[in-house]
């Protein structure tokens, strides 16, 4: 009778919980660990790390180095606890109500766990490749996959299937939209706010500027294609941060925001914001006219390709066969890094444990019962990789 994956990826996402890797923060703790669990299994292994070597990749083949493996893709990074009303300690893994609750259970340390409780039988029996591939920075703009999976693309024996575990409740998902981030810098001049024709408000131009962002967002709205498989149907933007001034009876000097643009295609971020980039631009100009210290600075920041369905695609029905998956065709509306890896040229799905709607939320959970079915998908690869 061949074991249950279930209890040893328990206690392998308690461990990887336990390590904070809030993007913001290194999480070559968690990287060191994970190299050491491998180097126990003699799994050979490698960093592909970011530029100051304060984060990294981890990439490592269990099994032959041959064509035709498949690619367990998943990210190390979390997004911040801070502000959020945790009734846990979002660092111990806390089983309550048939529910695992701790930063990163479903989104997506699970997936890193159930990979890593499949390595020891793997690396007995695999007679084809698995090849575990753990990123960094996926939470600030899937800023360290792209490293890796030139890596893999320059340097591993061509694999078949990548799957990235993302929270799908273990169903298979075949497209997501893309993401770009936008950062604006409104520059004013200050004065006494008695004086405002001496000055600048860069909150006040700033305004304006998000003013036509809400308008834009409307309109992508009321314009989407009815028969847009995602929810919400087309693109979407909002302004997610917005900082500035200094006091109340103060001209503002700054302002800053950032907002983001979310894309099924085929048209690109850029080309959506094109009119309010020309606005900015205006804007620009107008405010140098006045003050040469003035202006406005808009960087787009990421630039994530959203993953398109692939018709009749090999990793999709790859994942399918593993979860015992009979289900519709489906996408989500999030970004991750499977776009990526699509652009890379490689057959690509999304599938893992957990929900979507947890993730990012104080308490974050997974439920047991997605775990286990992560198993149940490990325990087949297993067999999978044992058939040569």
């Not at 070559?28 to 592909?48: K, T």
């Not at 939209?177 to 706010?193: D, M, N, Q």
């Not at 024709?197 to 709205?221: D, P, Y």
């Not at 314009?223 to 997610?240: Q, R, Y």
């Amino acid at each position: 009778m061949t074991p249950d994956l279930y209890p040893s990826a328990r206690d392998l996402l308690a461990k990887l919980v336990s390590f904070d890797t809030t993007s913001r923060s290194s999480n070559l703790e968690l990287v060191e660990w994970v190299e050491g669990y491998l180097d126990a299994l003699s799994v050979p292994h490698r960093r592909v790390p970011n530029a100051d070597g304060t984060k990294s990749n981890l990439m490592a083949t269990i099994g032959p180095a041959v064509e035709g493996g498949v690619v367990l893709s998943g990210h190390t990074d979390v997004v911040p606890v801070d502000g959020q009303p945790w009734t846990t300690d979002p660092w111990t893994l806390t089983e309550q109500g048939g529910r695992l609750y701790g930063r990163g259970t479903c989104d997506m340390k699970a997936f890193l766990a159930l990979s890593l409780a499949a390595a020891p039988e793997l690396a007995k029996t695999a007679r084809k490749p698995v090849h575990l591939a753990f990123s960094y920075d996926e939470e600030i703009g899937c800023l360290g996959a792209p490293h890796m999976i030139d890596v893999i693309r320059r340097e591993l024996p061509a694999p078949a299937v990548v799957v990235v575990g993302e929270p799908t409740n273990m169903e298979a998902v075949n497209g997501h939209k893309g993401i770009a981030t936008f950062h604006v810098t409104v520059t004013g001049r200050e004065c006494h706010s008695s004086q405002p024709h001496l000055g600048v408000s860069a909150v006040m131009e700033a305004v304006k500027l998000m003013g036509s962002l809400n308008a834009l967002s409307a309109r992508l709205q009321d314009e989407a294609d009815p028969a847009s498989p995602f929810t919400p149907k087309g693109p979407t933007l909002t302004i997610g941060m917005v900082s500035g001034g200094t006091a109340h009876n103060i001209i503002a000097r700054e302002c800053h925001f950032v907002f983001d643009v979310r894309s099924p295609g085929p048209r690109t971020p850029k080309e959506i914001v094109a009119p309010f980039l020309a606005e900015a631009e205006a804007m620009d100009r107008a405010l140098k006219a006045r003050f040469p210290e003035c202006g406005v600075l808009v960087e787009m920041r990421t630039d994530v390709p959203p993953f398109v369905p692939e018709r009749d695609g090999a990793a999709e029905a790859f994942a399918r066969r593993m979860a015992g998956d009979n289900g519709p065709p489906r996408v989500v509306a999030f970004a991750a890094e499977a776009g990526q890896f699509q652009q890379a040229g490689f057959s690509t799905v999304i599938c893992g444990p957990g929900s979507i709607d947890q993730a990012h939320q104080p308490n974050e959970f997974i439920e047991i019962a997605q775990l286990q079915r992560g198993a149940t998908f490990m325990r087949r690869l297993i067999e999978w990789a044992a058939e040569g």
